[in-house]
């Protein structure tokens, strides 16, 4: 009976999955009444696997079997840690700077700025200070570079991802170090670089106690990029005027028109040679994300390997839908590379991109680039948040490991859809 309680589990939370997955592709592919029996299904899915559980008496049996397939993958990624740890970026000491200029924009991240008072511990901690007006869009890139002509020995800014890769491709184009002082909304590069997010000011503390990093400064038709360059589905949307005021309901309105077979551009890329055809998505990341996410809200452990993340995104149906939500990057509707040149097209003349969580319009085609350890970064020694090593688990190496064989340094998970 045990036996038999155990396949049920396992059978019904799988068939649970799988709806609940058909019901989030409803959801966020088409409106009214599909829709909202999306939702339903998204909700009545894990409901119904609960009941069955508990109507057969095997409430307790799923719970245990929950808590101990927790504790396998647990047990299994730290094997695969041990089996073959990842290592940092190396951080060498610097001399402090003398003539550092900080470039600082009092509207990012909803006044942070001000919030934490940045520019009076900046001053105080001998720094030149440039506060960006709040009723223009200041040019922040010649402003750079008239701070560097001015005799600037260290370049920094505080505000946003996309105004932070701006004045860091000057400081790379003149050799300079650059300080990053997370003072945007999400501030994805610090957060990698294990910067605190929650307390800018604290990264004012490598002016005087700093170690240097080299990473690596991506580009994309010539804009460069410090996390990720999105083309299609999501990169159309970011271009809607109300993605700002509402960024929920705005990706909620679009998807349906851009995720359907018949609806949205389609994209060709080619990658190092691979070509992709017919995607709805890309996305190109500055060094790969340690757990793949299609919007980049991952983490990436190094940012010195020389080559860029892909993902592409082509998801025909319901069907392509679960099989991502069950297989991960092993679905045929989803594409994981890495390369060290990307090359995107369309039929239209103009590409909508997302540059950094900023909406451009750039020229097809879009040539995606990476410039190796290009950037000179002055971080604080002590650092928070520096990211840990969490490897994608692969059942392949687990097998391996668990019969005393060693997995080969060459066997990756990547996924090539046809």
Known sequence: MVGAGGLLIVVGGLAGLAAAAVGAWWFLAYRGVVRALGALLVVAAPAGVIVLCTSRGLWGPALVSVALWG?????ARSALRRARPLAGMRAERRRPPRRPVLIMNPASGGGKVARHGLVEKAEDMGARVIVLPTDARADVTALARQAVADGADLLGVAGGDGTQALVAAVAAEHGLPFLVIPAG??????????????????????????EQLSVDLGFVSGRPFVNTVSFGVYAEIVQSPQYRADQAGTILGGLPDLLLKESG???????????????????ISNNPYMETDLLGAGRRLRLDTGTMGVVGIRVEGAAQAAEIALRGTQATGLTVLTARRVDVTSTSPDLPVGVDGEALMLPAPAVCTLHPRALRLLVPRHRPGAPLSRPRTSWRKIMLLALGRRPPASDTAVHRSE
């Open 265 to 283: 551009k389609r994209l060709e890329a080619l990658v190092d040679g691979t070509r992709l055809s017919s995607q709805q998505a890309l996305l």
């Open 185 to 210: 909304t999400r501030n994805h590069f610090a957060m990698d670089l294990g910067l605190d997010r929650q307390d800018p000011a604290r990264c004012l503390d490598a002016l005087a106690d700093g």
């Open 71 to 75: 504790a396998a993958l647990a047990c």
